[in-house]
Nanobody, 122 residues
Framework: VQLQASGGGMVQAGGSLRLSCAASGRTFSDYAVGWFRQAPGKEREFVAAISWSGSDTRYADSVKGRFAISRDNAKNTVYLNMNFLKPEDTAVYYC????????????????WGQGTLVTVSS
C-alpha cells in the first residue's frame, strides 16, 4: 500500500490543522494506520493510531484531548485533526500502515508515507 500525507503548514499556538493520509494500492480497509512525528534533533515518536474499522483508537499522552484520528475507508483516507496546537507539536508528521491492531511502536509498521511538516509558532 502506498501512503501520502498532506495538510501540514504553519499555524499559531492554539490553532488547528487537519492532516490527511491518502492510500492507494492494496485494500486500505485491511490495515491499521498510525501517525508518528519527528521533531528536529529528536527521535520519531508515536502520535495516534486507528484500527481498520475505526472502532479502536490509541493516542500518545501528549496529544490526548487535543488530537483526533479518524478514517473514511470509502475514500481510502485517514485524518488527524489537531486542535489547541502547541509549539512543541512542531514536527514532520508521517502516516504508516500495518496489518493487525493499531500499535504505538514504529517497528511494527510496514508501510510509510512521506512526511508533512507542521510548524506551530508561539
Amino acid at each position: 500500500v502506498q501512503l501520502q500525507a498532506s495538510g501540514g503548514g504553519m499555524v499559531q499556538a492554539g490553532g488547528s490543522l487537519r492532516l490527511s493520509c491518502a492510500a492507494s494500492g492494496r485494500t486500505f480497509s485491511d490495515y491499521a494506520v498510525g501517525w508518528f512525528r519527528q521533531a528536529p534533533g529528536k527521535e520519531r515518536e508515536f502520535v495516534a493510531a486507528i484500527s481498520w474499522s475505526g472502532s479502536d483508537t490509541r493516542y500518545a499522552d501528549s496529544v490526548k484531548g487535543r488530537f483526533a484520528i479518524s478514517r473514511d475507508n470509502a475514500k481510502n483516507t485517514v485524518y488527524l485533526n489537531m486542535n489547541f496546537l502547541k509549539p512543541e507539536d512542531t514536527a514532520v508528521y508521517y502516516c504508516a500502515a500495518r496489518s493487525g491492531s493499531p500499535q504505538p511502536f514504529i517497528r511494527l509498521y510496514d508501510y510509510w508515507g512521506q512526511g508533512t511538516l507542521v510548524t506551530v509558532s508561539s
